[in-house]
Nanobody, 120 residues
């Protein structure tokens, strides 16, 4: 009954910026974590930015200093501000959430993804 919907992807030139958003909706009792992963064609999905239980965000080394995650708890929405984009950032970006529902204390949910393409 939970839905994650990403938005904000698109085509951008090297050095440009994009802001992704992911909104969670449905029968949500609580959210333990919300973050971002990405997957390039032919590659495995990798972590981009996910806050830890201690409140510190795990960023991929390749995006540190360029990407920033934020969250609007009232709206169950997480954002990913991406600056200084590089062609290597080209991928489908997926929202991830660890959500508490009536079915279990912790369940993993994934959005359908939003494509980010960075041209050289």
């Amino acid at each position: 009954q939970v839905q994650l919907v990403e938005s904000g992807g698109g085509l951008v030139q090297t050095g440009g910026s994009l802001r992704l958003a992911c909104a969670a909706s449905g029968s949500i009792l609580g959210i333990n974590a919300m973050g971002w992963y990405r997957q390039a064609p032919g590659k495995q999905r990798e972590l981009v930015a996910v806050p830890t239980n201690g409140g510190v965000t795990n960023y991929a080394d390749s995006v540190k200093g360029r990407f920033t995650i934020s969250r609007d708890n009232a709206k169950n929405t997480v954002y990913l501000q991406m600056n200084s984009l590089k062609p290597e950032d080209t991928a489908v970006y997926y929202c991830y959430a660890d959500i508490i529902t009536r079915l279990g204390p912790r369940m993993d949910y994934w959005g359908k993804g939003t494509l980010v393409t960075v041209s050289s």
